[in-house]
């Protein structure tokens, strides 16, 4: 990281616009992960939901093993 920044200098460009650019990869990469995360929340909601239709008993005791709903 430190020789890039030597780079971006020698280069001929402003400092202070290499940390803004950092600063700025670093949110979208994390709007990005949060998006990712988000996305997998939601997905196990799903997944929850369609394997407790199919599989009652058995998501009952996951969900009492996980402490997510107390045992029938």
Known sequence: VIFSIFRYIDQGRNPQLY??????RALAK????KGKI??????KSLLIQELTKV?????AKYKAIRG???PP
């Open 30 to 33: 994390n709007e990005q992960v």
């Open 19 to 24: 940390t803004k650019e950092c600063l700025e």
């Open 38 to 43: 988000d996305t997998m929340k939601k997905f």
């Open 68 to 70: 997510e709903d107390p």
């Open 55 to 59: 599989f009652p008993e058995d998501m």
